[in-house]
């Protein structure tokens, strides 16, 4: 008998140990796939050009609601300025292109660009849709999704960097966690003054299709954490560069899947996209 109990005890801790080993196995190699899987695609920032721009009129609430929909990481914004000196939101430095009306944005009040149709151009689904402001935008996202703001055309604005650098610490966006604010432009003096402003808000500098040299990369790093490109600057080899400098890049504006892949297996840190879902398409 105490045989009997001896092989059953000896029987029941095998076949108790098999299955812990069977069990336990097979979920931690599916979670370990998920978490490098997950791993992948955090590396890379998705973020909404002008928000889902390829989806809804660029620069419009339709658009940043939509990339939030749509679960980007960040979406961009471009900042100008009013005649009277509010922070609006809009690409091109005259109204032509993406509202029904005619001009430059700073020849504008505040009041005249709220009359203005930035939907209709885009499609009459969009309707309506007013230039928002950078504060509105702001208010309305801030905690809920990154914000990439760019200073657009700066040199037409005095004081641009500094009306920008006030609505942030307005709302204590001075300090950002998880750099969930990050400011950028094509205007490098500008970039500085903002570094000077708030120096703890990540800055990045923009940059078409131009060759740039190892004393350039050191003079950005030295008041930058991204360097931005047009994407078609971009190998894995150019990327590597830029990362042994300490720079991080997000290259624009990704338009299609394949230039999305492209990306992603060069390194980039983050694509700038009219099409999050061609990034993440969750």
Do not use: C
Not at 80 to 106: A, P
Not at 225 to 246: C, Q, W
Request: charged residues 30%; proline residues 4%; negative net charge.
């Amino acid at each position: 008998m105490k045989g009997e109990e001896a092989m059953k005890k000896y029987i029941f801790i095998i076949l108790t140990a098999l299955l812990f080993l069977g069990v336990a196995f097979v979920p931690l190699s599916t979670a370990s796939a998920e978490e490098v899987k997950n791993k992948d695609r955090k590396q890379t920032l998705n973020i909404a050009h002008r928000g889902a721009s390829g989806y809804a009129p660029e620069n419009t609430i339709a658009a940043f609601d939509k990339a939030f929909e749509m679960k980007a990481d960040m979406f961009e914004v471009d900042v100008q300025m009013s005649k009277d000196g509010e922070l609006v939101l809009i690409h091109d430095t005259t109204v032509d292109r993406t509202t029904d009306g005619s001009g430059q944005v700073g020849d504008f009040t505040y009041e005249e660009l709220q009359e203005l149709d930035a939907g209709s151009w885009f499609s009459e689904e969009f309707s309506g849709e007013e230039i928002p402001t950078l504060g509105e935008v702001l208010d309305k996202y801030r905690g809920k999704i990154g914000i990439l703001i760019e200073l657009k055309s700066p040199e037409l604005y005095p004081e641009l960097e500094e009306k920008v650098a006030e609505e942030l610490r307005e709302r204590n966006l001075d300090k950002p966690k998880n750099n969930k604010i990050i400011v950028q432009s094509f205007n490098h003096d500008s970039v500085k003054e903002m570094h000077e402003l708030l120096p703890s808000i990540p800055l990045g500098v923009l940059l078409g299709n131009t060759k740039v040299t190892d004393e350039q990369l050191t003079e950005f790093a030295s008041y930058a954490e991204y360097f931005n490109p047009n994407k078609s600057m971009i190998t894995k080899e150019f990327v590597d560069r830029l990362h042994s400098f300490g720079l991080k890049t997000q290259p624009y504006t990704v338009r299609d899947k394949e230039s999305a892949d492209f990306l992603m297996k060069a390194g980039v840190d983050g694509i700038i996209t009219d099409f999050p879902d061609y990034v993440d398409p969750r």
